[in-house]
């Protein structure tokens, strides 16, 4: 909403400085959840996973019992939204101060401070593998919007966007498990250097995920139509014709889970910018090429996500073959070199 000049004239400029300088604290929480998964601690994972969502629940509850605050100068929807925001950031940022300080776990090298040149090199060179890898993931997660550029009028914009976001119902449902799941166990292996287990680990992820992702899917595509019918939305039912592109798109996405996971780790930031940045480029022209076909613009999502999925079981493929350790030292080596 900060694009909209409205929005900003009522909550002022001051709030959205706020909102920036908030934003920055968010890297903490994010990488205690990494560090949680490196130690093996769940309970703390768990909380620190979902300390955002209970502050939701609980502000939802207010609402339910006491209604919406009075319209006021300082009680604009829009203002008790970015209060909510706030309030769940600080409160995950919180919790990571509190998981950082409970559990003892080392943060910072005992070789030195921020000022040495090894570790000003060090930040120098993550930096820009890990900048390179979210531009190409960003990019690649925004191969939907560039699809639904193609379709001309509202209602079909309405349909894809309706059968994109059910779709997107079976990423969020599944993908959690995975992580919960599978994400420490690879976090133990990759440190452990156990090249046979992990991919073994890989596999039977892959595999869960499609059969969970299948089963999913068939739920979706035989449950749309009387569930449309039930709530009286049967305009929607023509965006039927998206579906299994979408929820082929959303599977294939999931299964790349299996290796990106154990890259992370790995800290192979550069290869996961490559893994992601090709599939994007080659939707991205393949999209060019459909000249206005929708449904065919449409096929470059599923093709994406399987060209990632290929391209990343090589690069393990080639990682397990040689004989250099799967640990690469970086920023965060001093917190999972020894896991607690």
Request: aromatic fraction near 12%.
């Amino acid at each position: 909403f900060a694009t909209h000049a409205d929005a900003v004239s009522n909550l002022g400029t001051a709030v959205f400085l706020g909102i920036t300088l908030v934003s920055l604290v968010e890297a903490v929480s994010g990488a205690a959840i990494h560090v949680c998964n490196a130690h093996r601690h769940y309970v703390w994972n768990f909380f620190l996973v979902n300390s955002r969502v209970v502050v939701l629940l609980a502000f939802l509850a207010f609402l339910y019992f006491h209604g919406l605050p009075a319209p006021s100068m300082r009680r604009d929807p829009a203002f008790i939204g970015v209060t909510v925001w706030l309030a769940t950031a600080l409160v995950a940022f919180a919790a990571a101060c509190a998981y950082f300080w409970r559990t003892n776990v080392k943060v910072f090298s005992a070789e030195g401070s921020f000022t040495e040149p090894s570790f000003l090199r060090n930040v120098k060179s993550n930096v820009l593998r890990l900048s390179a890898f979210q531009l190409s993931y960003l990019v690649f997660g925004s191969l939907p919007s560039l699809v639904l550029a193609y379709f001309g009028g509202a209602r079909e914009v309405g349909l894809f966007s309706f059968a994109l976001t059910l779709s997107g119902f079976l990423y969020a449902g599944l993908a959690p498990v995975n992580e919960q799941i599978f994400s420490p166990t690879f976090s133990r292996l990759v440190t452990e250097n156990n090249r046979p287990q992990l991919v073994r680990r890989i596999i039977q992820m892959q595999a869960f995920t499609l059969a969970l992702g299948a089963a999913g899917s068939a739920v979706l595509l035989l449950g749309m139509n009387p569930l449309l019918h039930l709530i009286g939305k049967a305009t929607f039912l023509e965006s039927h014709r998206f579906l299994p592109l979408l929820l082929t798109y959303q599977v294939l996405l999931m299964c790349g889970s299996g290796f990106m996971y154990p890259l992370f780790c790995m800290n192979r930031f550069k290869a996961l910018a490559v893994i992601y940045g090709l599939p994007a480029a080659a939707a991205f022209f393949w999209v060019l090429a459909t000249r206005g076909d929708a449904l065919t613009a449409l096929k470059a999502l599923p093709i994406s996500s399987a060209a990632l999925n290929l391209l990343g079981m090589a690069y393990i493929w080639k990682l397990v073959a040689s004989d250099a350790p799967l640990l690469r030292r970086s920023l965060v080596g001093e917190i999972v070199e020894k896991p607690a």
